[in-house]
Structures are given as C-alpha cells and as structure tokens.
C-alpha cells in the first residue's frame, strides 16, 4: 500500500544553519504530496505542497520539489531560525491522508 | 475565514463519564475529519465525514460516535473510555472533489482519561 518514509530525528541545529529533512514515498498513481508542521501545543499547518512531478512548494523560506523519478520530497531551509523549532510531518496527499512518522527539528540560538 | 476551532481546548474524564468534543468551520468544506495522536506520532485518521454522511470508519471501537449534524460542525461523543484513550484529538476539514486533498486542522483537544 502506500506509504511515507522520513529521516529520523530528532534533528538539531544551530540558528542560520541550511536544512534538510528526507521524504520518500511509495504510492500508486499520481498523488499529491505535503509538509505539514507542528508546532508545540498546537495542531499541524499546511507548510507547502506539489501536486504533480517536478512542481515545487515553498512557504516561509522553506521548499520542496516533488521528485517522481526518485519519488521524493525533501523539505530544505537555507537558514534556520529558533522559531522553526516544530514537529515536521510529510504527507501523501488522497481522501485519506498518509503521514510520515514526523521529524522533530530543535534550532539553538 | 481559514480557521477550523475545537472546544475544549482540554478535557479530564473518567471511564464512566460521557462528554462530548466539538469542532466548528466556516470553509463551506464539506469533508471533516477526526484525528488521535499520541505523543511523538503522527495523526491517526478515526473517521472522516463527506457531506455529512460517514464515509471511512477506521475500525474505531465503539466508545467513540462521531456526528456531523450539518456542514459545518463535527462532533465526537465519548463514553466509557480507557486511560490509553488519552490523546490530542484534531479535527480537520477539507474540500471534496479537487486532485489533491490539503486539510485545514484545529488545534486539537487534548484528552486526559483517569
């Protein structure tokens, strides 16, 4: 079935530092894709999406281009604040959403 | 209007009270979900609604009921629930119909269950 494999975290960082975290998915047909972010005590935001191969989502500095050939999503940020400091969460998009397991990012001042 | 409330904001319940969660937008989304997620998860889809008629019931046990009595409002009425029901639970909402699915989340009840 499908699914949603991201890089375990936790994932620490120092302020201005560039991010990545790893998505990869397993899906039939062409879904959408998403980064959904958590931040603490409150409920997921849509961060960016793609809706098809080769789009790329950018939202607050953050971005992501949806790779078909190597079916991946990679969330990246050229320079991390403490406010980024969230549960990241990718997504395959459909009438029942599939989260990834989440990725904590810690950013240090 | 881009928001999806909840109330409350939390809840303590024992095994054998009965309360209810509520959940509110104004989108004109006419599919709404709930969700439960525990502590360093994802969320867990429970059910999801599509103009007001229960369409996936994820083999939730029956001390959950969902209601959704018009488009704009979902409601999760609990009874006779276990500590392991203690939970952050969201709703979510979303258009029907488009290809792709972005849900608009709440920010969630968190649920204590004594």
């Known amino acids: 079935g499908d699914s949603v494999t991201q890089m375990e975290g936790p994932v620490t960082l120092s302020e201005e530092a560039f991010l990545t975290i790893n998505c990869t998915y397993t899906a039939t047909g062409y879904p959408s894709l998403f980064w959904y972010v958590q931040y603490p005590g409150e409920g997921l935001q849509l961060l960016l999406k793609a809706t098809k191969a080769d789009d790329k989502g950018s939202n607050k500095g953050f971005e992501a281009t949806y790779r078909k050939e190597t079916t991946s999503f990679h969330l990246e940020k050229g320079s991390v604040q403490v406010s980024d400091s969230a549960v990241y969460f990718c997504a395959l998009g459909g009438f029942k959403t599939i989260f990834g397991a989440g990725t904590r990012l810690f950013v240090k001042a | 209007d881009t928001e999806v409330t909840q109330t409350p904001k939390h809840l303590v319940m024992g095994m054998t009270n009965k309360k209810s969660l509520k959940c509110e937008q104004h989108?004109?989304?006419?599919?709404m979900y709930w969700y439960k997620q525990k502590a360093k998860k994802p969320p867990e889809l429970m059910f999801v609604?599509?103009?007001?008629?229960?369409?996936i019931n994820e083999s939730v046990p029956s001390r959950f009921s969902p209601e959704c009595p018009n488009s704009s409002l979902l409601n999760l009425h609990l009874h006779a629930l276990q500590p392991e029901d203690s939970a952050l639970y969201l709703c979510a909402s979303s258009q029907v119909g488009v290809t792709y699915n972005e849900q608009f989340f709440g920010p969630g009840t968190r649920l204590t269950v004594l």
């Open positions: 989108m004109g989304h006419r599919a």
């Open positions: 609604y599509s103009y007001e008629k229960l369409s």
